[in-house]
T-cell receptor
Framework: ETGVTQTPRHLVMGMTNKKSLKCEQHLGHNAMYWYKQSAKKPLELMFVYNFKEQTENNSVPSRFSPECPNSSHLFLHLHTLQPEDSALYLC?????????????FGSGTRLTVV | QKEVEQDPGPLSVPEGAIVSLNCTYSNSAFQYFMWYRQYSRKGPELLMYTYSSGNKEDGRFTAQVDKSSKYISLFIRDSQPSDSATYLCAMSAGNNNDMRFGAGTRLTVKP
């Protein structure tokens, strides 16, 4: 297991459901990220938190709502999703925001919206 | 034009072959280059990191950067079935929020 843990690993939800994805890092990193990975597409950055403060929101629809209660935990709250939101959602962390030495990723949550 | 282009494959090679994976990019400000390996049902893990142009070798893996051509490569020598994975390139100019990823190339090494 890497230093970044994501739960659940798989999630199937209806378009009217509300669910949350959880991410926890044990690396002492200051920055945490949510990425969306769709088949044959580059990773799409969704949100960035640095020292618990949101620093980036890449025009993500409001049906995705992030929460960062502390530097070790990150949540992604989901509501009224669309089928096109089905994807692998990856959490990542780095020592500092914009760290160019690379990120540590979790194993992701495979989300299916039905 | 996409900032980072990477052929999604799939690429299938026999065990022991030399594998070449490549990415091209358009932003000449990129100077930090990474390769990630992503096994099925796992997240990406950092495999190689290179700064600016040149080569970097780590065991069977060699990362090569040609900034003049805006072209990066990852070579895998004596490929093994355990190398079967999706390989993603990534690059950054060193500024906040400018990390860009390729779409990934799916590699299968057949015994």
């Amino acid at each position: 297991e890497t230093g970044v843990t994501q739960t659940p690993r798989h999630l199937v939800m209806g378009m009217t459901n509300k669910k949350s994805l959880k991410c926890e890092q044990h690396l002492g990193h200051n920055a945490m990220y949510w990425y969306k990975q769709s088949a044959k597409k580059p990773l799409e950055l969704m949100f960035v938190y640095n020292f618990k403060e949101q620093t980036e929101n890449n025009s993500v629809p409001s049906r995705f709502s992030p929460e960062c209660p502390n530097s070790s935990h990150l949540f992604l709250h989901l509501h009224t999703l669309q089928p096109e939101d089905s994807a692998l959602y990856l959490c990542a962390s780095s020592q500092d925001w914009g760290e160019h030495y690379g990120y540590t990723f979790g194993s992701g949550t495979r989300l299916t919206v039905v | 034009q996409k900032e980072v282009e990477q052929d999604p494959g799939p690429l299938s090679v026999p065990e022991g072959a030399i594998v070449s994976l490549n990415c091209t990019y358009s932003n000449s400000a990129f100077q930090y280059f990474m390769w990630y390996r992503q096994y099925s049902r796992k997240g990406p893990e950092l495999l190689m990191y290179t700064y600016s142009s040149g080569n970097k070798e780590d065991g069977r893996f060699t990362a090569q950067v040609d900034k003049s051509s805006k072209y990066i490569s990852l070579f895998i020598r004596d490929s093994q079935p355990s190398d079967s994975a999706t390989y993603l390139c990534a690059m950054s100019a060193g500024n906040n929020n400018d990390m860009r990823f390729g779409a990934g190339t799916r590699l299968t090494v057949k015994p």
